[in-house]
């Protein structure tokens, strides 16, 4: 593999898991375990801490949220099932939701998980209901009442037929236990990250490491991988080698950002015959959201921001930038997505009909390989990429080149995920990546996004039929009737696609790295964590 081909590789994939083997009691050692043992920890490498594991704020690694806190409903590929709910009703008129709460379960500090946690839980994330407005159910919940120790009531203002779906999300509507809380509230903090997942929170230390534990006492019986440190480590070649070396044993990435291994790398793992690859359904879609609102920007007109997806070539950036861990994607959400199964017109890569479609809208070129103009304006844009993600570096390169013949001028511009995400709030883009929420999500939370201020906003205001997508979107929140919205769902997917505001890159999924004789390998609906406590070693 050449030097040039290796600096990008190891930005292909996003957060990624490493696990060591066993026998570390010190979470910060990374001495090489005997080669003939069974590891008994696992050893995750993470390029970033878990940071603040409050569930009902935002800033913390939701794997590790996901081990410790659980909802009152799972989102499974079958739909959703019971989780510390065992059961529930619906009203017929849509909204009242009473759950049959899942007795004799415990908090990890020993608190009685009942009716009045879940109460004091649900009003603790209402009561900052400004930093939950991205989440419509926040919107509709009128109160949460106790109806005995183990039945509690959820009243909303009006249906809302994703409820169940929201009440599933890794947060912020999962359960702390109250005496965490600081006085009654959880938005100021909380003094112990107690729930009653599988697994507890037992040490951290900041940018070092953070250790969790099994609870043996958890309600779906104890896991069998007791103990995984999850360790902050620098990622690329240095997580190759530790691999290499039986330093660590196993890589949990969701194909995305800064934080990689080559997928070449990958493959020689596995042809060593010690290690197995595992790999999810597709999770997610990656895009460049076009700002069709920016006043003066050529994305404003549909012409232009067609011929871009006319000239995007998705196959190459699938096979020979990302290895071929994602497929080629062609519209805004894969079919596997629920309502998302619908008849798009395809836009095959065509730069002769990119061409064309400019000529028709008045975007001349005034000779071979200038910038086109349109009334003396250039034909000029900035493209905004994550700084610390090689892979959309590489991409947004290569679709430079790809628009230059075109006669598209693209200026790149690499930031932090922070201010890019700051951009799309403001509005201050002409394009940008970023991806679908994912299995879990959607599609309600993506297109409940295109009318948040904080998030589509400005994609998709500035379209011809923008009033027209938001009452759509409205009416498709709070509609009862399921065919009714398959047909909302089917309109607001046309929309959006006609309109060419969102152009699709690829399909992302979670793949595994993980020894031969690891058991209980499997997925959850979400390309942000991992059932742990499914795992065991083959033996063990």
């Not at 201050?428 to 993506?446: E, H, K, R, V």
């Amino acid at each position: 593999m050449n030097r040039a081909k290796a600096s990008w590789l190891w930005g292909a994939v996003l957060s990624l898991v490493l696990l060591a083997g066993c026998g570390s009691e010190n979470a910060a050692q990374t001495t090489e375990p005997d080669q003939n043992q069974k590891p008994a920890e696992l050893v995750m490498a993470t390029s970033k801490d878990i940071k603040d594991m409050n569930p009902h704020l935002y800033t913390g690694a939701m794997y590790a949220q996901g081990m410790v806190y659980e909802s009152l409903v799972e989102n499974t590929e079958e739909g959703i099932k019971p989780l510390l709910a065992e059961s529930w009703e619906i009203s017929k008129d849509g909204k009242v939701y009473t759950f049959h709460l899942r007795k004799n379960v415990k908090f990890h500090d020993g608190e009685p998980f009942n009716a009045e946690a879940v109460k004091k839980n649900i009003e603790a994330v209402q009561s900052n209901a400004s930093k939950h407005s991205w989440i419509k159910l926040s919107t509709k919940i009128k109160s949460c009442n106790v109806l005995d120790e183990h039945t509690v009531e959820l009243v909303l203002s009006e249906p809302y037929y994703p409820t169940l779906v929201e009440l599933s999300m890794t947060r912020p509507y999962v359960f702390v236990s109250p005496k965490s809380f600081i006085d009654g509230e959880t938005k100021n903090g909380i003094i112990g990250y107690n729930g009653t997942g599988p697994y507890k929170l037992t040490e951290h230390k900041e940018e070092q490491f953070a250790v969790f534990e099994a609870n043996e006492q958890y309600w779906g019986g104890a896991p069998k991988i007791k103990k995984i440190t999850a360790k902050v480590l620098p990622a690329g070649e240095t997580t190759y080698l530790a691999l290499q070396k039986g330093e660590v044993n196993f890589v949990f990435t969701d194909d995305r950002g800064a934080n990689s291994l080559d997928v070449e790398a990958m493959n020689q793992l596995e042809q060593s015959g010690k290690y197995q690859i595992v790999r999810s359904q597709p999770m997610n879609t990656s895009f460049l959201a076009v700002n069709s609102s920016k006043a003066g920007s050529p994305v404003q007109d549909r012409a232009v921001r067609e011929a871009i997806w006319h000239a995007v070539d998705r196959e190459t950036i699938s096979k020979q930038i990302l290895g071929g861990t994602e497929p080629p994607a062609h519209t805004l959400f894969s079919s596997n997505v629920n309502y998302a199964n619908v008849e798009l017109t395809k836009r095959e890569y065509d730069p002769e009909k990119a061409k064309q479609l400019l000529e028709q809208a008045g975007w001349v070129q005034e000779q071979e390989n200038a910038v086109r103009k349109k009334n003396g304006a250039p034909l000029s844009m900035k493209l905004y990429y994550d700084v610390n993600s090689s892979a959309q570096k590489t991409q947004a390169e290569w679709m430079q080149d790809q628009l230059a013949k075109i006669g598209l001028q693209l200026e790149l511009v690499g930031e932090e995920s922070s201010s890019i995400a700051n951009r799309r709030a403001s509005g201050d883009y002409d394009l940008l990546f970023n991806q679908t929420w994912g299995l879990a999500y959607d599609p309600q939370s993506t297109i409940a996004a295109f009318t948040s201020k904080s998030s589509y906003y400005h994609t998709t205001s500035g379209i011809a039929r923008a009033d027209e997508l938001y009452k759509k979107i409205e009416d498709v929140m709070v509609s009862t009737d399921e065919q009714a919205r398959k047909s909302l769902y089917a309109d607001i997917l046309t929309i959006v696609h006609e309109e060419a505001v969102f152009v699709p890159l690829t399909n992302g999924s979670v793949t595994i790295v993980a020894p031969k004789d690891l058991q209980g390998i499997s997925f959850k609906q979400t390309q942000y964590e991992l059932p742990f406590e499914r795992m065991n070693f083959a033996g063990k």
